[in-house]
């Protein structure tokens, strides 16, 4: 055992740190680029350098590192559950979070990513078009033509009804709808608020005009209908109920037409006598 340590002591020290033994408890990171976009490493797919990983203990960050071409390990650390996160510029094609339960063998945690972009088809544009934060009004204006209060099946709507969106009676948002879908004030914090359809020259309510809901949280949506039936705007050329229309020549009937002509001789039967009576007068002076 003497020979055994005096020999040791000869080894340079430096050998000591080249040779790192497999059983010891160590994570290592193994990113990749995920050329299938398949989610596990295959053979051939390179390295992936730039990933920011940290390792937790509990809420506890215990190390951390930035991914290079070459291995990339946080060596020695104690047994017990860690959890590994990534954060990188590139899409992930494998969870960004994953769970571990170090005992005394070295573990390897696999990251893959995408690092180029396919351009968007629209189905995946609009299931990753980012949802508006907070609560949410549509409302619709529809045409009561049976002026019974109620949206029935063959009612269509109405376009280009100005609504308003007021808190604490200041209008905060206003709003023309649409005649085919529902029209939104979204993004809506908790707090009161009232919709209002104003008076209007081009339609008249045939339901309640306002609407007030109120929101304890967010992520709540509430849709409003309102009825109305849609006024034609008044011309010059309209005409009002039973006036008869104007006509250029009068026509009367042939009985009228004698009683003014008798009227008419008698006038000037009266005239002539006057006449005379005055001429009489003159000569019997």
């Known amino acids: 055992m003497r020979i055994i340590s005096i020999l040791l002591l000869f080894i340079p020290l430096g050998l000591a740190t080249i040779v790192h033994a497999q059983g010891t408890p160590d994570i290592c990171i193994r990113a990749f680029e995920d050329t299938n976009q398949n989610g596990l490493y295959d053979a051939g797919e390179p390295s992936l350098a730039g990933v920011s990983v940290f390792v937790k203990q509990g809420e506890a960050i215990v190390g951390s590192l930035t991914t290079t071409p070459d291995d990339d390990c946080l060596l020695n650390l104690a047994a017990g559950d860690y959890t590994v996160e990534f954060e990188s510029p590139f899409n992930p094609t494998t969870p960004t979070s994953q769970s571990v339960t170090l005992d005394t063998e070295r573990v ?17 544009a609009a299931s990753s078009a980012p949802q508006p934060l907070g609560n949410q009004i549509c409302v619709v204006v529809f045409e009561d033509s049976n002026i019974n209060g109620l949206r029935d099946e063959n009612e269509g709507l109405i376009a280009g009804v100005d609504v308003q969106l007021t808190a604490n009676d200041v209008i905060i948002n206003t709003l023309l709808t649409s005649d085919n879908d529902y029209s939104c004030f979204a993004g809506l914090t908790a707090g009161a608020y009232r919709v209002l359809v104003p008076p209007s020259p081009h339609h008249q309510m045939t339901t309640q005009a ?76």
């Open 108 to 124: 390897i945690i696999d990251y893959g990513a995408m690092t180029t972009t396919e351009a968007p088809t629209a189905d995946t």
């Open 210 to 285: 306002d609407f007030a809901p109120t929101f304890i949280g967010v992520g709540t949506d509430v849709k409003a209908e309102f009825g109305a039936q849609r006024v034609e705007a008044f011309t010059a050329d309209a005409l009002l109920p039973n006036l008869p229309p104007k006509t250029d020549n009068v026509e009367l009937d042939q009985e009228t037409r004698l009683l003014l002509a008798a009227f008419g001789a008698t006038v000037a039967l009266m005239l002539m006598m006057g006449i005379g009576a005055i001429v009489i007068w003159f000569l019997r002076r």
